[in-house]
């Protein structure tokens, strides 16, 4: 069976440690918009729109230049744009505070609750901004780290919300992992240890894997 430790002993170093998210941003509000706009959505996706939105509307002040129509054409080939752009909108309208292009979020807004008080921003929005932005001990529950959770047998049937999740991983996986479980448990699932047809034979953690799909 995989514990955390052997998990995260094994694969960390076969990653490369030093990118917190592939997400493209050039500050930290682009960060956000771009995690918004990750939901229910591949990074590949959004980075394809991002460079040239950012390049723009990097600050909260350039994306109401812009505006709800335009930034809704350069993010209709996202899932959900209409919803996303109007969020992103009255979020840039609360974090309008006339920073320039390397615009950082007030101290007021580095804890997850203050963070999902704004526009857009829900728990896992929230884990990963202040996961990758400050080194906060979240873990943003996505598809991959919902996924490999229930495959390593780490939570239950019972726990089929990324909160629920969220709650037994923090108490499974010792706490000097907390920082990195998003990064590595993301890039592990996205490339390796796939929903289908996983590259088990590569996986620096299949001598204890048990999985009931696992491919070799």
């Known amino acids: 069976m995989i514990t955390p430790d052997i998990y995260f002993e094994n694969v960390c170093p076969t990653l490369n440690m030093d990118i917190r998210s592939e997400l493209y941003s050039v500050n930290e ?3 956000a918009v771009a995690v918004i706009l990750s939901a229910q959505a591949t990074d590949k996706k959004v980075n394809e729109v ?28 996202i899932s959900f ?14 974090l309008n505070d006339g920073q320039g292009t390397n615009w950082k979020f007030p101290a007021k807004y580095h804890t997850r609750d203050a963070l999902m008080k704004l526009p857009g921003i829900g728990q896992k929005t929230a884990n990963v901004i202040t996961n990758v932005l400050w080194g906060a001990s979240n873990i943003g529950v996505d ?35 907390h920082d990195m479980v998003n ?3 993301v890039l592990h699932g996205r490339y390796t240890c796939k929903a289908l047809r996983p590259k088990c034979d590569t996986c620096p953690v299949k001598k204890w894997c048990n999985a009931s799909d696992k491919n070799i």
Do not use: C
């Open 81 to 94: 744009f209409n919803n996303k752009a109007a969020n992103i909108i009255k979020l840039s309208e609360q």
């Open 29 to 31: 509000f682009t960060f």
């Open 183 to 185: 990064h590595v448990m």
């Open 143 to 177: 598809t991959h780290v919902f996924r490999l959770s229930h495959r390593f047998g780490w939570v239950s049937d019972a726990d089929n919300t990324p909160e629920k999740v969220e709650e037994k991983l923090l108490k499974k996986i010792p706490k000097k992992y």
């Open 50 to 77: 991002t460079p040239e939105l950012f390049r723009i509307a990097p600050t909260p002040a350039k994306m109401l230049e812009l505006g709800l129509d335009g930034l809704k054409k350069h993010i209709r080939v």
